[in-house]
């Protein structure tokens, strides 16, 4: 499996692939998007300009293109907004027809209606189906399949059952093609960071500098009947927040805990046997210092899989090399 990064900025390309990361995902929001439509149509949804979430100039994208020759390790540019105006969709294509002319070929999209005007126009990029999409299953991935579809992104709430069932159908039609599990499809799944109660297609929070982000407003998930009462509901939860307070000790020197706001380093073994071929590691506008921790104890439990035994064995070793003081317990996958 490999290690897809969040890029918030050109100077951590370099930082990250020394880290061990195997590629990269950005967003680009050109300051005549931002100057036109603000934050209220959003290009990528990270609308964001007080600190390094994505990029805004065009000569930033050039010296990032210099770098991917350099490395080899690519960069899929991020159009994650669920639907736009009907006049943008030109503004799009012209972005991306720029883009393409300096190297970048690969584009995580989740509008549908996006894929159709690129298909319709003559634009063939390759494209990675957003995880902002939503439902993931095997007909929805054949019905995207007459696009250039080259990886659909699980959302945040697809158990392990619906991505080894998915996984194995595609398998199953790629084998009677002839096609190599080399060169088929691949899928991604996230692994650490941003866990949200939200599946991004049914969220319709702003990120941007001028609100708080809905997804950290607390909250607590469950079964409502009419006899419940949510404010006793909501007291309860915060009670219990409190009482499952990460350890002080599990931090390091530097104020850093991997996973501390969404892991699923314990769930790789399952991830791996799903199918899963890409993990991806959310962190745009995340300290530059913790991003490298995070790629390289990624990395690092990559290394223990591939050591495994088998399960208990992975998730013995993993807890007892990188969370000796204990997790956050903000699991992605509840095992």
């Not at 050039?62 to 669920?82: A, C, D, G």
């Not at 990624?298 to 035994?309: G, N, P, V």
């Amino acid at each position: 499996m490999k290690i897809t990064a969040g890029l918030g900025s050109i100077d951590e390309y370099e930082r990250f692939v020394r880290a061990g990361a195997d590629e990269f995902f950005c967003g680009y929001v050109p300051f005549f998007w931002a100057e036109k439509y603000g934050t209220v149509m959003p290009l990528n949804r990270r609308e964001v300009l007080c600190y390094n979430v994505q990029l805004g100039a065009y000569s930033e994208l050039e010296i990032l293109s210099r770098m991917v020759e350099k490395y080899k390790k690519p960069v899929h540019l991020t159009f994650n907004s669920l639907y736009y105006l009907p006049e943008q969709y030109p503004e799009i294509a012209s972005i991306i027809e720029r883009c393409m002319k300096l190297g970048f070929q690969s584009y995580i999209i989740a509008d549908p209606a996006l894929l159709v005007y690129l298909k319709k126009i003559g634009i063939f990029c390759e494209i990675h189906l957003s995880g902002e999409t939503g439902e993931v299953n095997s007909q929805m991935v054949k019905a995207f399949q007459r696009f250039p579809l080259k990886r659909v992104i699980f959302h945040r709430k697809n158990t392990f059952a619906d991505m080894q069932s998915v996984i194995a159908e595609q398998r199953a039609n790629e084998r009677k093609n002839g096609i190599s599990p080399e060169m088929g499809m691949e899928f991604e799944a996230f692994v650490l960071n941003e866990m949200c109660q939200f599946t991004g297609a049914f969220c319709n929070s702003l990120h941007c500098d001028e609100m708080g982000y809905l997804c950290r407003v607390p909250y607590w998930l469950g079964t409502v009947h009419e006899k419940d009462s949510v404010p006793e509901n909501m007291k309860r939860l915060q009670e219990e927040t409190w009482e499952k307070e990460t350890d002080p000790s599990a931090y390091d020197e530097d104020g850093y805990l991997c996973g501390e706001s969404g892991c699923g380093l314990c769930a790789l073994y399952q991830l791996k046997k799903a199918g899963i071929t890409h993990l991806k590691l959310v962190g745009r506008g995340n300290y530059t210092e913790h991003m490298e921790k995070d790629i390289r104890n990624l990395r690092k439990a990559l290394d223990i899989l591939d050591a495994a035994e088998d399960e208990r064995d992975f998730q013995c070793t993993i807890k007892r090399t990188l969370f000796p003081n204990g997790c956050s317990g903000q699991c992605y996958y509840p095992m």
